[in-house]
């Protein structure tokens, strides 16, 4: 579990957030039947076919959970979140 | 002046006990804290005790009934042959045949205070105003009743064992199955149909809004709810005196969140237009997964869609939700032909019905419908 920050994070927590989303994406992969461990960092998830809609929904929840937060349901788009390296941008943002 | 009592509450999520027995015979005289009535939920019984000296005059439910939480439940009286007037109707003997032409029985007038109705209002359909014309009257207005028996009663076995309690989600699930077996008259149908028209309409839409999630299943389901306003039938449920039409389109769509199976519900779901549904689902969605729904989110469906393609699934068969006539059933395509199918109930609706109305639903093709205001405006 990567910790929960509610301060600026490093890149240290950046690289270790990076991991833990990369983890649950290969977990939730895994349970529609598809390897995702090949997934790229920069590669748009939607577009890859590895995650269904409901598969992204709970990577959204176990991530706004994970890390504390409330997102707006306006928020969730492809510049947001639709890649491992958007979402850790993302939460960089949030932590600024 | 005749003392009512009320219907005590016993668990907080029940507005309704069951009657289980009148403990002492009317006209009976009773002490303060003599037991009267027993009243039971699905999880307790309780015993409810007379709040003065006096006598039992009326009650207002056979054993077996359900009665709604703070009604009066039965009166007492400081003579055995009081009458109640205190229900602004005229007084009745107790157990009395008699009265004049359109004048409410004594259940009747019970049952006018219960429901907050005048004896005006309630046409009679004999000599007097009677419990079964209040009865019907009452239910024309609100609707189907929504209480009915979870299970039957059960024994258990003799074999050793436990029980382990439901949770609210497999008690909201025993509820469901239980209305279809016991309510409903279901039929099946399903159509094939070329799945690209949605997949291309839902990718094009996506794009254009720049979603994360994909759009499919909601603007499907969007498209389902401009359907039943078209076509009133479809979202309506079978009542005793006909066909109960829903003023507006409270679309239940079936989330597995890990092991446990929701029906969220997008309310009025056709004043809508495909960008706030989209939205208004996904919410929904993500609060089924955050296990924070709340019980308005997850009742009062007037039909409903479930999909089952995330699992490769090509056929499935869903069970009707409670006073509904219809729930779609979405599979995933095979070389790209996939299954719409649909349960319907056989009383309100055929498979000739269901056939065209899910062939409508097979493509994106606007719905003529009152419109909404559309986002791409």
């Known amino acids: 579990m990567p910790p929960r920050l509610n301060r600026m994070m490093t890149e240290k927590d950046l690289a270790s957030a990076r991991e833990a989303i990369r983890r649950e994406v290969i977990r939730i992969a895994r349970q529609l039947g598809k390897d995702a461990r090949g997934l790229g960092s920069d590669q748009e998830i939607p577009a890859s076919g590895l995650l269904d809609s409901a598969g992204l929904m709970e990577l959204m929840t176990w991530y706004e959970m994970t890390w504390d937060l409330s997102i707006d349901q306006d928020d969730f788009t492809i510049e947001n979140f639709g890649t491992i390296d958007a979402m850790v941008r993302y939460l960089a943002r949030s932590r600024a | ?377």
């Open chain 2, 1 to 377: 002046m005749p003392v009512p009592v009320y219907t005590p509450r016993i668990n907080n999520n029940d507005d309704a006990v069951r009657l289980a027995a009148v403990l002492v015979p009317i006209g009976t005289r009773v002490r303060e804290g003599d037991p009267i009535i027993d009243v039971e939920t699905d999880k307790a019984t309780f015993t409810v005790e007379s709040p003065t000296d006096g006598y039992l005059l009326n009650v207002g439910a056979q054993a077996g009934e359900m009665v709604q939480v703070g009604s009066v439940l039965a009166w007492l009286g400081a003579s055995a042959d009081e009458t109640i007037e205190a229900l602004g109707g005229p007084a009745n003997g107790v157990g009395s045949e008699g009265g004049s032409v359109g004048e409410p029985t004594l259940k009747a007038l019970l049952l006018l205070k219960q429901y907050g109705l005048s004896a005006a209002e309630v046409p009679a359909s004999g000599g007097r105003l009677s419990a079964t014309d209040v009865e019907r009257y009452h239910r024309a207005r609100r609707g189907p009743a929504r209480e009915h028996a979870l299970a039957p009663v059960w024994t258990a076995p003799a074999t050793a064992g436990h029980v382990e309690p439901f949770t609210r989600e497999r008690r909201g699930m025993l509820n469901t199955v239980t209305w279809h077996r016991d309510e409903a008259a279901p039929g099946y149908v399903e159509i094939p149909y070329e799945a690209s028209a949605w997949e291309t309409y839902a990718d094009e839409f996506s794009k254009r809004h720049r979603l994360l999630f994909s759009p499919l299943l909601a603007l499907m389901s969007r498209k389902l709810s401009r359907l039943a306003i078209a076509k009133p039938r479809f979202n309506a449920v079978a009542s005793p005196e006909g066909a109960f039409h829903y003023d507006h389109v409270n679309l239940g769509f079936t989330v597995q969140s890990g092991e446990d199976l929701y029906i969220v519900v997008v309310r009025n779901a056709e004043q809508m237009d495909e960008l706030d549904f989209v939205k208004q689902l996904g919410e929904l969605q993500r609060a089924a997964m955050k296990r924070s729904l709340t019980p308005e989110q997850t009742s009062d469906a007037t039909l409903s869609f479930s999909s089952m393609a995330r699992w490769s699934v090509s056929r499935h068969i869903p069970v009707l939700p409670p006073f509904t006539s219809l729930i779609v059933a979405h599979t995933a395509p095979v070389n790209g032909v996939a299954a719409l199918g649909a349960t319907y109930d056989h009383r309100l609706l055929t498979g000739f019905d269901v056939v065209h109305f899910l062939t409508a639903l097979s493509t994106p093709a606007p719905v003529d419908a009152p419109s909404v205001e559309s986002h791409d405006d």
